[in-house]
């Protein structure tokens, strides 16, 4: 399964992920070709509803990608973990971009079955994580690159 992949503010295409099964859970390899990532790790995340699109906050303020909602968290733990760990299943490995905003990586996601895959979302986070709750969600910012998963 392809997922095309847009930058949240401007819709542009910047890439997309494959997810295919792998083992006991789910592979993916990321292709992203452009963005305006800083080079560095970037928090990765299957989120619970399939739009990306933007969320108005109560005090005014544009999530984008913000419709997607929480990271997938069906047995419902309310504890980033990493994807080794026994928290939400969206919890994926952080991505690693390079100078010009590209990522080519392989990840796999082996508590994530790939059956649940569809109908939900991938995002990529402004800065990394570290698979804890402090900061929250590991320390991954805003949302910045996303994909609706068919």
Not at 30 to 49: C, D, M, N, P
Not at 60 to 68: H, K, L, P, R, S
């Amino acid at each position: 399964m392809i997922v095309a992949m847009f930058d949240l503010r401007t819709a542009d295409l910047v890439g997309s992920v494959e997810a295919r099964p792998y083992q006991d859970g789910t592979a993916f390899v990321v292709t992203i070709t452009q963005s305006r990532l800083k080079a560095g790790e970037h928090g990765f995340h299957i989120h619970e509803f399939p739009n990306v699109g933007p969320k108005l906050k109560p005090s005014g303020e544009i999530v984008y990608g913000g419709a997607a909602g929480k990271h997938y968290d069906p047995l419902r733990t309310d504890s980033h973990q990493g994807p080794y760990g026994d928290g939400h299943l969206g919890d994926l490995p952080f991505l690693t971009f390079g100078s010009k905003g590209e990522c080519i990586q392989v990840v796999n996601a082996p508590h994530f079955p790939y059956e649940h895959l569809a109908g939900k979302s991938l995002i990529i986070h402004l800065g990394g994580d570290n698979y804890t709750d402090h900061p929250p969600n590991g320390g991954g910012k805003a949302r910045v690159l996303g994909g609706v998963i068919p």
